[in-house]
């Protein structure tokens, strides 16, 4: 149906391309490697960007007088404003990012699953879990753009809205690259569908920007549209949302297919509504409706192929459907 961009995703250096963890560890990580073929990476490791070299003492995120500090208790260094420096600087040399992708429960990478401390001391109860510093700066710095734990992408749900986010904006990063118009509306166009089961309302913000582009320089539109489309894209679509989009493309068939067919596709679509089942189901099954009855419209469509098939049919751990 549709080609793919490769995705530009900074990811955390030990997830598979270097040795690089406090203990002289790497880990691969099985989603990571089978994303490779997809997706540009640019792996980092703001700890040894920091000057700690492998291998060495861990440091912790620790509540110190009511603040959070990153600290190495082996030494007592404190090397809060080095990461938050270093991670500041990062950010503003990859501009071009589409997404960030992080290694969980560390307290530089973390973003939601870091353990914080009481103290210095070897024991202590966890106050908290919170996020990583280099995670904080990127949250805080680029609100709208992909960021993610490995692990987190062993859900379906999850893993299905950071892909799809990660190939729409690198889809569009090629028409920011090289602005022009009938880019711009072939796009809106493409992702028509998947812009409606996310998001009405910036849906039709987005439809305003590309028709009334008249008066306003083609960067300006570019920049306004980019701008909409990370808000439209930023929550995950409802199982509601999905199953309106699903039956609207159902609709132009709904003549052409054989009753059992029919049956057998709202049963997919009753499977999918009680979380059984993946959103990937229901889109197969349509999928091989739009092939078989050639329709170009909806082959165009971004919602039923966000991203390369190989990354939709990764098995999934079950956790976390919603
Ligand atoms: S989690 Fe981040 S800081 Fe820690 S080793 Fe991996 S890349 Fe480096």
Known sequence: MNAFPRPVVVVSKCLGFAACR?????LPDVFVER???YVEFRPVCPEMEIGLG????????????????????????????????????????????DGFLLKSRSPSCGINSVKVYPGLGKAGAILQKGKGFFAGVVRERLPL??????????????????????????????????????????????????????HQKEMRALEKIAANHENNPLENVVAEYGAHLRL???????????????????????????????????QILEDYRAAKIPLSAPIKRVRSWIARFEN???????????Y???LMEFADSGKGRD
């Open 22 to 26: 406090y203990n002289g560890e790497c």
């Open 35 to 37: 994303m490779k073929p």
């Open 54 to 97: 492998v291998p060495r003492d861990p440091i912790r995120v620790v509540l110190l007088n009511n603040e959070l500090r990153l600290i190495q208790p082996s030494t007592g260094k404190d090397v809060t404003d080095k990461m938050r420096q270093f991670a500041d600087s990062f950010i503003s040399g990859v501009s071009e990012a």
């Open 145 to 198: 753009t992909p960021l993610e734990e490995e692990g987190r992408l062993y859900d379906f749900g999850i893993r299905g809205h950071y892909l799809a986010r990660l190939f729409a904006f690198a889809r569009f990063r090629e028409i920011i690259r090289k602005p022009a118009m009938k880019k711009l509306v072939e796009f809106h166009n493409n992702n028509e569908l998947l812009l409606m089961a996310n």
């Open 232 to 266: 439209a894209l930023a929550a995950p679509s409802r199982r509601a949302a999905n199953i309106n989009t699903l039956m609207h493309a159902f609709g132009y068939f709904s003549k052409q297919i054989p009753a059992r067919e029919k049956t057998r596709f709202m």
């Open 296 to 306: 170009n419209y909806l082959a165009s469509q971004t919602f039923f192929e966000p």
């Open 308 to 310: 390369p098939a190989e």
